[in-house]
């Protein structure tokens, strides 16, 4: 009677821990971005292309290392691999206050997108792997909200303490990525048999392939990197596709399309857990590709925050649904992998939807890329149908 009790008891220690750490780590790594372009500029003369250089150079290295920080979180137990990632997202802050020139600046961002996909992808796998079965997906959700808070608390700190100076920001982003690395470290861990620190023994299911070349992360992937251009093209042009219409005020369309996305996750985050992450996956994609046609069609501010409202709730739910997919056809040791290599695929969304956009934009105006993006994340409801259901469940001994 007491093994089910057991199973859907919430870790709520390990969870503060692992929440509050993601949260200070992101906070820590975007204290500085809202500062880097004038800094740069006033520095060095910086051109348009250089001060994107900066701010965007995370990218690639998160792109790269988050398959290698899933493997190594596998390997060397997910708290290690997280503690890694604040660190060097510490470093990274104190790094900014050495007379640096831009070439050296560069690889200091470099070295940052190697702390934040540390950071999020140990986080990731750890969260599921202590969490009960029944509500991965909820957790999961719950785990992206930690990390966008992060973020939105970040930039706007960041901002707030420019007029004291630069070092103050710099010195903010380190304080705050110790502060993470204390909680992480406050978090229990329960070690399996075999494993260090909160690593799983392996099981029966797929895990062949490296990088982004894990087998059952490969459909998920897509689907998500599909789905990431409607989030690049909101994000890029919906401000000048409602100028272009004489609505000046698109930027309340991305602010209600960030607080949906955060609400779906904490008032219905657990859908995926309850009714299944295929269909839930289904029904957050239609979502999505239904709210940019309607803002693409909007004739007024009104109609486009509806779209990103239905939009917000669609997207909102179709990561940790994909997520499920991936960690249900994995072999429980190789997660962390999984994930990472999952997770690469929104990176890559991103890199290649964001020039692409720009050029559907050109040729065919604002409204194309919201139809394009909506083609896309229909085309990602195709490719998660074709994901195989997974086997049967291996039975874990306790």
Request: proline residues 7%; hydrophobic residues 55%; glycine residues 16%.
């Amino acid at each position: 009677m007491s093994a089910p009790a057991a199973k859907t008891t919430l870790p709520r220690l390990a969870l503060a821990g692992i929440f509050g750490g993601l949260f200070c780590g992101y906070v820590g790594l975007t204290a500085a971005i809202p500062v880097l372009p004038g800094f740069v500029r006033e520095r060095f003369g910086a051109t348009d292309f250089a001060v994107g250089l900066v701010v965007t150079a995370t990218a690639l290295t998160a792109l790269l290392v988050r398959p290698i920080s899933g493997h190594l979180a596998d390997r060397h137990g997910h708290r290690r691999v997280m503690q890694l990632g604040a660190l060097i997202v510490a470093a990274g802050g104190a790094l900014y206050f050495l007379p640096l020139g831009l070439p050296a600046l560069v690889l200091v961002r470099l070295l940052l997108g190697v702390g934040e996909a540390s950071l999020f992808t140990a986080g990731a796998v750890w969260i599921v792997s202590i969490a009960p079965h029944e509500r991965r997906g909820q957790l999961i959700g719950l785990y992206g909200v930690s990390m966008w808070g992060g973020i939105s608390v970040g930039t706007f700190l960041g901002a707030a303490m420019l007029p004291f100076g630069y070092g103050a920001v710099w010195g903010f982003s380190v304080a705050v990525a110790l502060a993470g690395l204390v909680l992480i470290t406050s978090a229990p861990v329960r070690p399996r048999a075999g494993q260090p620190d909160g690593g799983q023994p392996g099981g029966e299911r797929q895990s062949g392939g490296h990088g982004l070349l894990v087998r059952p992360a490969l459909l998920p992937g897509t689907a998500l990197g599909l789905a990431a251009a409607g989030y690049a093209g909101l994000a890029a042009f919906v401000v000048l596709h409602l100028q272009a219409r004489g609505v000046d005020s698109g930027v309340v369309v991305l602010s209600g399309f960030s607080i949906v996305y955060a609400g779906t996750r904490l008032f219905i985050g657990h859908l995926p857990d309850r009714l299944g992450a295929r269909r839930v996956a289904a029904w957050s994609g239609a979502g999505e590709a239904a709210g940019l046609l309607i803002i693409a069609l909007a004739p007024n501010l009104p109609v486009a925050v509806l779209g990103s409202l239905v939009m917000g709730v669609g997207f909102s739910l179709l990561h940790p649904s994909l997520a499920l997919m991936v960690m249900d056809r994995t072999d429980p040791a190789k997660q962390g992998a999984a994930i990472g290599a999952y997770t690469s695929f929104w990176d890559l969304g991103l890199t290649i939807w964001g020039p692409l956009i720009g050029v559907v934009a050109a040729g065919f105006g604002y409204p194309a890329v919201f139809v394009a993006g909506a083609a896309c994340a229909a085309a990602a409801v195709v490719v998660a149908l074709c994901v195989p259901r997974p086997g049967p469940q291996p039975t874990t001994a306790t």
